[in-house]
């Protein structure tokens, strides 16, 4: 951004620091942010002559968007970035709607930032709640009596981490499967030790969709051992369908 002259707006529930002077942000409480959006939008569509729907009749345009305004305007090469707040809002559609139009009417393009080395890869794969399922939110609001937590430190984790405190301490159990001794030992029944990704084998898909297969860089240490190496024995001891694999091999092959 210093060295092409650019400039950067950012829309946040909080100051993030961008350690460089040319940066302006616009602070709003999380449920604002659609209506943020919406300003800068109408701005826009003012400053370029585009045309809206009726509903953006209703939105009034603060001094401080209009600033920004201009500087999106006046900008040359422009992108915008959705990132994994939003990507994790109840308005989401909404959001990356608006961050769309306004793409649009700038000429600019559209990217998404995910929360993860490997969100694309998790979609891939259909890593999601089938019919009947719990999604993650669902799953905190439902008091379960047990849950199963894989390489996570909930507080840091998740985008609710009180909640999910919250629903660990109600639980009658919690296995928990994790590279060190963190906050889990606070809440969990059971801690299994399982190696980071710096000791196994593994697979990436990064968001052009190109998959990137990984080693470990060192040996494993001490009695832990890789998650996918738990997670099968488990699987076979309670008599589960297609825990049969023994290595990153018979996985990758299936």
Excluded: W
């Excluded at 959705?82 to 994790?88: E, F, H, K, S, T």
């Excluded at 080395?117 to 891939?124: P, R, Y």
């Amino acid at each position: 951004v210093e060295k092409q002259d650019g400039q950067l707006i950012f829309v946040n529930p909080l100051r993030c620091h961008p350690l460089t002077s040319r940066a302006q942000e616009l602070v709003t409480a999380p449920s604002n942010m659609k209506l943020v959006l919406a300003q800068l939008v109408k701005a826009v569509a003012t400053m370029t002559n585009a045309s809206l729907p009726q509903a953006f009749d209703a939105v009034n345009v603060s001094d401080e968007i209009s600033r920004a305004s201009r500087e999106l305007v006046s900008g040359e090469k422009k992108g915008i970035f959705v990132g994994a707040l939003a990507l994790n809002h109840p308005d989401r559609s909404k959001i990356e709607s608006l961050a769309r139009r306004l793409a649009k009417m700038l000429g600019a393009r559209v990217g998404l930032l995910t929360e993860g080395a490997n969100t694309l890869g998790a979609e891939a794969v259909r890593f999601y709640p089938k019919s009947g399922g719990l999604g993650t939110k669902q799953m905190f609001e439902s008091d379960l009596e047990a849950y199963f937590v894989l390489h996570a430190e909930l507080s840091a984790d998740t985008q609710m981490p009180r909640e999910a405190l919250a629903a660990m301490a109600r639980a009658k159990t919690v296995v928990s499967l994790v590279s060190y001794k963190g906050e889990a030992s606070d809440y969990a029944t059971v801690l299994l030790p399982v190696s980071p990704f710096t000791e196994t084998h593994g697979t990436f898909v990064n968001m052009s969709g190109t998959v990137q297969e990984f080693g470990p860089v060192v040996p494993t240490l001490g009695s832990s051992r890789p998650a996918c190496k738990i997670l099968s024995a488990l699987g076979r001891i309670l008599g589960l369908e297609q825990f049969e694999f023994e290595n990153i091999t018979a996985v990758r092959e299936a």
